[in-house]
């Protein structure tokens, strides 16, 4: 009853019984007008190639989105009622991707330039009783769920949903009313079922039939609502809302992989800042994402002080890179928040009597056991994030031929920046930061003049300080203390740059995206 008044009150129809049959409303170039020099070519072509072997295909969801706003979208997707099969046949390099929602992906171009182009076939409008019902989960029911279409575990949280139907259905199907619109740009036509345009342009977020029902089919939702919410700076219908912390508790039920690349997707995508306030507004702010628990206080908000600040430049630089269109990559920011959890643990092993080095590396396996688990990919992101860290204590190190080594690392640029980050918020020496930068950008006469500097600037502090003990000295043999003492000031040569934080063009992995 209190639903029906909530959604009379907003002028919407009963959305309790699930996803609902919208009204098919096709709109011209002269009402929606969207710029064809913003669509993607190979998106275009295989909408075409689709078309012109006798399918209904169109581009959808949030690239349609996008371009309603004048917007260049990231990623385009494609939808079609060719199956998966009939997909795959129609392009050179195709491949039928993931299980609980069969896809395709065509790639155009190889290696680094490569794009996909994602590829989804109509889905049918069933209800969740039409649905098989297994016990536990995809892992646990893995030959429950083989040669299975639609199933369902004892939540009604959706494990495999492969059942074809028309184009009005695939759109009740969507989430979101704004994600549930098709382009056709070969008529420059725009397919709306659900009012998506008229939510565009109120600015209003709004999911497709009951919300309860849908965050209880795939508790992801919840997250992509505040995701877009902060993104495009949409308000949150009420209805859409309202069930969303309750819901919130089927969430540790999804397989960790996914959570991550979700965060990832909040943090990475430009608007990181937004995305925190969005899940602390939300009652979301921690017990989701281990990493985030590291670094959140317990309202969900970041600390005040090098910490929170650390976090906080490391986000912001972060969305201006995407904001510049240059690339960023999950292990930076990553290691970024972790990096004090890193530290509190290094330092606690440290004072157990540990050697510098190997507390470190103890210290990074227990922060990756605690705070990313075992997720896809964990092999190279880990690896990248280790580096990062390890190289921290390395450029305390000023003396013989290891400056000159570590600037031909691979990953140098990116634990360099680490390094400028942490001296622009008070968590290293600035002049550590400064000496290293003279020294990557000087010919050789002034990085052997540089490296006589800090070795009588380490003279000076080595006078100054009591004699050790036996025990110090040998522990100090075994590499150098952790965050050392400040270093001599230097006047700065700067190399024009474009910005910072992501590891420059050393950028190794490329981030989970898409709509």
Request: with cysteine.
């Amino acid at each position: 009853m209190i639903k029906k008044l909530i959604h009379r009150l907003l002028g919407k129809g009963d959305r309790s019984a699930g996803p609902v049959l919208g009204t098919r409303t096709e709109i011209g170039l002269a009402e929606h007008g969207i710029d064809p020099s913003l669509l993607d070519e190979r998106a275009t072509r295989v909408v075409k190639t689709l078309q012109d072997a006798g399918y209904e295909a169109y581009i959808v969801g949030g690239a349609v989105r996008d371009l309603l706003l004048g917007r260049r979208p990231k990623d385009f997707d494609v939808a079609t009622n060719a199956t998966p099969e009939q997909v795959k046949s129609l392009f050179k390099r195709a491949f039928i991707i993931g299980r609980r929602f069969r896809i395709v992906h065509v790639v155009f171009g190889r290696g680094r330039e490569h794009e996909v182009i994602e590829v989804s076939t109509f889905r049918a409008l069933l209800s969740e009783s039409s649905a098989q019902r297994v016990t536990g989960n995809e892992k646990t029911s893995k030959t429950e769920l083989a040669g299975k279409s639609h199933v369902v575990d004892e939540s009604g949280r959706v494990l495999r949903d492969n059942v074809w139907g028309p184009q009005v259905e695939d759109a009740a199907r969507r989430d979101f009313t704004i994600n549930a619109l098709y382009y056709d740009p070969a008529r420059q036509l725009v397919v709306d079922d659900h009012g998506g345009l008229t939510d565009i342009r109120a600015k209003l977020l709004r999911m497709i039939g009951d919300p309860e029902t849908l965050y209880r089919e795939d508790p992801v939702r919840i997250l992509r609502v505040v995701r877009f919410a902060a993104k495009l700076g949409f308000t949150i219908e009420l209805a859409t809302r309202s069930p969303i912390v309750a819901c919130a508790k089927q969430l540790p039920e999804v397989p960790i992989s996914r959570l991550f690349d979700e965060m990832v997707k909040l943090l990475q995508t430009g608007h990181g800042l937004a995305s925190l306030e969005a899940l602390k507004a939300q009652g979301l702010g921690r017990g989701l994402f281990p990493v985030l628990d590291a670094v959140l206080q317990p309202d969900g908000s970041l600390p005040e002080g090098p910490r929170g600040d650390f976090v906080r430049q490391a986000l912001q630089d972060t969305d201006a890179r995407v904001a510049d269109g240059r690339s960023v990559v999950p292990s930076f920011l990553l290691a970024c928040l972790l990096w004090h959890d890193v530290k509190a643990r290094w330092q606690t092993l440290r004072s157990q009597g540990e050697p510098p080095v190997p507390a470190l590396q103890q210290a990074i396996d227990q922060v990756f056991d605690a705070r990313v688990g075992d997720i896809s990919g964990r092999g190279k992101l880990a690896a990248d994030m280790r580096e990062i860290w390890l190289m921290q204590p390395r450029f305390e190190r000023r003396g013989g031929s290891g400056p000159y080594s570590l600037i031909e690392q691979p990953r140098y640029r990116a634990g360099f920046d680490f390094l400028r980050l942490r001296a622009d918020v008070g968590d290293a020496d600035p002049a550590l930061a400064d000496w290293w930068e003279d020294f990557a950008l000087g010919g050789d006469d002034d990085r052997t003049a540089l490296i006589e500097d800090a070795k009588a600037a380490e003279r000076a502090v080595r006078q100054q300080r009591p004699p050790r003990s036996s025990a110090e000295a040998s522990s100090a043999d075994e590499g150098p203390e952790p965050l050392a003492g400040p270093a001599k000031k230097r006047r700065r040569r700067r190399r024009p740059s474009k910005g910072r934080g992501e590891g420059g063009s050393a950028a190794a992995i490329d981030a989970p995206g898409g709509e």
